[in-house]
C-alpha cells in the first residue's frame, strides 16, 4: 500500500475516544462512590467516633492540598487551550506546571501520613486496635480512600508524562489531541474525587 | 466511517475562553473558603457545606473544566446514568437505615 493511500484510510474517531473515556471514567467514580457510600454508612452509626478521628487529621493540610489540585486542574485545561492553538512550547510547559503540583500534593500527602505513623496510626498498628470501634473504622476507610486516590494521583502524573513527551514528538498535535483531552479528563476526575474527600474527612467529621 | 471520524475539526466541540476557565477556577478556590469557613460554625454547617457547595464544585469541574457544556447530549447522558446511580444507592442505603 502507497504512502498516499495509507493516508486516505487513516481511521479518526473522536468522539469514539471520548465516550470511551468516559465510560471508564463512570467506573472510576462507582469506585469511589460505592467507598462514599460505606462511609456514609459508618458515619451515621458511629458519628462521636468518626468526629474524634476526624480532630486528629491536619485540615490545613488537606486544605492546601485541595488548593493545589484545582490549580493543577486548571493548568491541565490550559494545556488542552494551548495546543490546540498550535502552542507546543506552552502546552508542555502547562503539563510540566501539572505534574510539578501533582507531585506536591504526594509530597504534602507524604508529610500528612507520616505525622499519622508517628502517632501509631497505620493500618494495624497496635495503638489503633486500642482505639474505639469506630475510629478504627474511620481510620481504616481513611487510610483506604486516600490512598486510592493517592495512587490515582500517581498513576495521572504518570500519563500526563508521556503526554508531553507525545507533544514533544508530534504524536500530539494541534488537529490531533483527544489523548490529550482524554488525559485531562482522567485528572479532572481526580480533583473531583478529592473535592469530596476535604469536607468528609478534614472539615465535617 | 462517518463525516465526524473522516474530518474530526469541522466538528470540533466549543470549548470555553481563557477568561471562562480563571473564573471558574477563582469560584472553586472562594468556594473551598467558604466550605472551610462553614466547618467554623459546628459540625451541623459543616455538613450542609458538604451537601451543597461540594456537589457545586464538582459540578463546575465536570461542566466547565472536563466540558460536559459543550459535548453531545449522549455523553451528558452517560454521567447522568452514573450518578443517579450512585444517588439511588444512597437513597436506599438511608432509607434502609431510617427504617431499620
Partial sequence: MSTESQAAHVHRDDFGAKLGMWLFLVTEINLFGGLFVAYSYMRHKYPADFHHGGAELNATLGVTNTIVLLTSSLTVVLAIMAIQEGRRAASRAYLAATIGLGLTFLVIKTFEWSAKFHHGLYPSAPHLAT??????????????????????????????????????????????????????????????????????????? | MSDQSTHPTEHAPLHPSYGTVVAVWIALVVLTGCLVLLSHFGLRAAVWGLLTITPLKAGLVFYFFMHLRYEDPLLKGVILVAIVTLLIFLVLLFSDVAFA
Fill in chain 1, 131 to 205: 482505639l474505639p470501634h469506630g475510629e478504627q473504622i474511620f481510620f481504616g476507610l481513611y487510610f483506604t480512600m486516600t490512598g486510592l486516590h493517592g495512587l490515582h494521583v500517581l498513576i495521572g502524573i504518570s500519563v500526563l508524562t508521556v503526554m508531553a513527551r507525545m507533544i514533544g514528538s508530534g504524536k500530539i498535535s494541534q488537529d490531533k489531541n483527544v489523548t490529550l483531552e482524554n488525559g485531562g479528563l482522567y485528572w479532572h476526575l481526580v480533583d473531583v474525587i478529592w473535592i469530596f474527600l476535604l469536607p468528609l474527612f478534614y472539615l465535617a467529621a
